[in-house]
């Protein structure tokens, strides 16, 4: 292994064995949060497991493209949701029907432009629910609804982040969460009542 | 401060002022609530949180309803590994 690898490279001094090296370092110990972003959007074991390799071995193919020393699980997860939109998301049994542009377009109405919208909900019933019933009211929102909550929520990514892997502006990053937001809670004031826990 | 001239102790001097019950602004605290949540607020919205949230019903609600369902991701939701044949298709594919 080549001495010299380290920050001082820049992306186009990608020597095999660098590649390599990079791979194994930056890339692999992202595998479980990507693996669970892939399942998370396309609700399928199958296309979880062929989602995660492409964007591996695409990640692998064009690591040269990779700036070492940036935000590796940021760069990883961009190229999930591109290959997510571009090959899976036609065929993905979508748990909700609703079409995506029509729920934005809907929230982003002047009567329901979050001037006194609320749902509400007590913080207890949320405490109430076990971890399968949080996961089941995120898995009923429309897919890029349920993509901003677990870039920020269950991965932690940044604003700016969610912004460069969804190739949105940070303030449709923000409404987009705010409307998420709302909408789970929707989900979980009805996964709570019926559990008949005081929502 | 306007302390009490007969009793001046602090418990009856927090309890003088009354809770807010009905927020008007509560759509915009609510994009505070979150950010700050989100460990993304400006100066200006940390100074507003730090000023009022102690002083309003439905926004100290909100906070902690927003805070449990944010744990509530973070904490409760399975997160699987990922399946060891995946690793190793990747692995020897690239190796290949």
Redesign the interface.
Known sequence: MSVAMSETLTNNEYTDDLRYEVFNREFMPHIDSMYNFAFRLTMDEDDANDLVQDTYLKAFRFISSFEQGTNAKAWLFRILKNSFINDYRKKSKEPSKVDYQEVETTYNSEEASDTTYTVDLRADAVQELIGDEVANALNALPVDFRTVIILCDIEGFTYEEMAKILDIPIGTVRSRLHRARNLLKEKLKSYASSMGYDA | MNASSNTPSVTEEVQQKPMKQNCEH??DC??II??IL???ATDAEKDHFRDNMDKCIPCI??Y???????D???L????????QN??N??LS??NS
């Open positions: 509560h759509a609510m994009k979150q950010a989100d460990d993304e609600e909100s902690r309803l927003e805070k449990c369902i944010k509530s991701l973070q409760k939701v399975e997160k699987k590994p990922c399946p995946i690793l298709t990747i594919k690239i």
